[in-house]
């Protein structure tokens, strides 16, 4: 069973490709796919999405940082990605961190399917993620 997030993708902060560029190895071993730098912001229109309990994570002891992240594989435009939920994520725009989605994948999610600010996607997740 799937479960399926709809949302509505707006401007992020745009430090991933900071981070990116420090850690690439690590969230390369924990996807299993070399990151672009840059992830596509969803901010759920319906519900909220609580962070799994058995979500991936990258351990801030594992490189020496200061926040964990948590990695959850998801489909978007039927690609392959991962939303990533930094342990510190208060939230954006006014709303909490359960409504926004920070997607992740090995292309420019913009570009490669023309999407812009304003825009509905959908996001699939696994059942055995939630």
Not at 9 to 19: A, E, L, Q
Request: proline share 6%; with cysteine; net charge negative.
């Amino acid at each position: 069973m799937h479960l399926i997030l709809r949302g509505e993708i707006r401007t992020g902060v745009g430090n991933f490709s900071y981070w990116l560029d420090k850690l690439e190895p690590y969230y390369t071993r924990k996807t299993g796919m070399r990151l672009f730098p840059g992830t596509l912001n969803v901010h759920l229109t319906s519900g909220s999405y609580p962070t799994p309990a058995n979500a991936l994570r990258l351990e801030r002891e594992e490189y020496g940082g200061r926040v964990s992240v948590s990695i959850v594989p998801c489909k978007i435009v039927d690609r392959k990605a991962f939303i990533l939920r930094p342990d510190t994520d208060t939230g954006k725009h006014g709303d909490p961190p359960e409504m926004i989605l920070e997607i992740a994948t090995d292309v420019n999610l913009r570009d490669t399917y023309k999407l812009k600010d304003g825009d509905i996607v959908e996001i699939e997740v696994s059942e055995n993620s939630v």
